[in-house]
């Protein structure tokens, strides 16, 4: 199996038909970051006044696949397993938790990539890394950027992952799909950001990143 569901393209306004266009374009936004010294304070909290980020953090990292499609560039995303006991059935990167035996952040991305949808990770070129996300449940997530040239081949672990699909990247980078949605959870009213998807709920901590990854190379894309 090498690819899951792929959202139809739209239209592509920027150009980027191909992973050396969005890589370049990649390198550039994070020059641009590093360079004005720009890093946000991303996360849950971030959407909603009077939720403090949680004091402890446990570290956590996610491979952002950015895939090679003729003409289009997508992003892949997972669904996870109905029986997990955490997060059950949402959308989500590859990813987890860091473990001592991990080398750095990037290699809990590649493990974790491996072991949830069997993307082998001499498929995957590394070229950075989003500023961390803190989630409510308390783990700081590093998104960890990586292309991937087809042919490969993907293995399901159906204890975590209940299906995989991809979005082009000109649906993550069109403003009109970062939608702010609410609902009253324990009481209190949630903020959090959703990715209209016919199929799949993007939400919450997913679209949160998408929605940063977006800024960032738009805040090149949009001053050119």
Do not use: C
Request: proline share 6%; net charge negative.
């Amino acid at each position: 199996m090498e690819q899951g569901n792929i959202l139809p393209v739209g239209s592509n306004r920027y150009g980027l038909t191909t992973l050396s266009d969005f890589k370049d374009l990649f390198v550039e936004a994070k020059r641009k970051s590093n360079r004005l010294k720009v890093s946000q304070d991303n996360g849950d909290h971030s959407l909603n006044p009077g939720m403090d980020a949680p004091i402890r953090q446990k570290p956590a990292s996610v491979l952002v696949p950015v895939i090679g499609r003729p003409g289009h560039p997508t992003v892949l995303l997972t669904r996870r397993s109905d029986a997990l006991s955490h997060h059950a059935g949402q959308v989500s990167f590859p990813g987890g938790r860091v473990e001592e035996t991990d080398i750095d952040i990037v290699d809990t991305a590649l493990r974790e990539t491996e072991e949830e949808i069997g993307l082998n990770r001499r498929h995957v070129e590394i070229i950075g890394k989003l500023d961390d996300y803190v989630t409510r449940t308390g783990f700081s997530v590093t998104p960890v950027v990586g292309l991937v040239t087809p042919p490969f081949d993907l293995n399901i672990n159906s204890v975590e992952v209940a299906d995989i699909f991809e979005v082009p990247m000109s649906f993550v980078l069109d403003r009109r799909n970062h939608e702010r949605q609410s609902k009253e959870w324990q009481n209190r009213m949630r903020h959090f950001y959703v990715l209209p998807h016919p199929d799949f709920y993007i939400w919450g901590a997913t679209a949160g990143m998408l929605v940063h990854f977006a800024n960032m190379m738009l805040d090149v894309l949009e001053s050119q």
